[in-house]
Nanobody, 122 residues
Framework: QVQLVESGGGLVQAGGSLRLSCAVS????????MGWFRRPPGKDREFIGR????????IYADFVKGRFTISRDKAKSTMYLQMNSLNVEDTAVYYC???????????????WGQGTQVTVSS
């Protein structure tokens, strides 16, 4: 089992920055991928990006456009999402997730945190 706990959400003004954290505990492996997702109000969940836990390789959704950066600190077992130039459309519940495709899991069957609310005011 893997446990994920997000933190760092809150209220920020448009144009501001916020850094989310995802603390990871439990049985993880070097083959895990960690990802960030969000669910805006009234909309479906959307993929933001992911990072390979071992190599730190990243992939981002197009809408990120260089504003968001995913990183991880293996020693602290924590993944981060640095968000800059926030706008009101970034208002959402943000989730971190983990999957291990080398052992048959995907985002749907992997592990998820409880989410953290980010609200961007105009």
């Amino acid at each position: 089992q893997v446990q994920l706990v997000e933190s760092g959400g809150g209220l920020v003004q448009a144009g501001g920055s916020l850094r989310l954290s995802c603390a990871v505990s439990g049985r993880t492996s070097s083959t895990y991928y960690m990802g960030w997702f969000r669910r805006p109000p009234g909309k479906d969940r959307e993929f933001i990006g992911r990072i390979g836990w071992n190599l730190g390789d990243t992939i981002y959704a197009d809408f990120v456009k260089g504003r968001f950066t995913i990183s991880r600190d293996k020693a602290k077992s924590t993944m981060y999402l640095q968000m800059n130039s926030l706008n009101v459309e970034d208002t959402a519940v943000y989730y971190c997730a983990a999957m291990d495709p080398a052992h048959g899991s995907n985002w749907s069957t992997g592990y998820w945190g409880q989410g953290t609310q980010v609200t961007v005011s105009s």
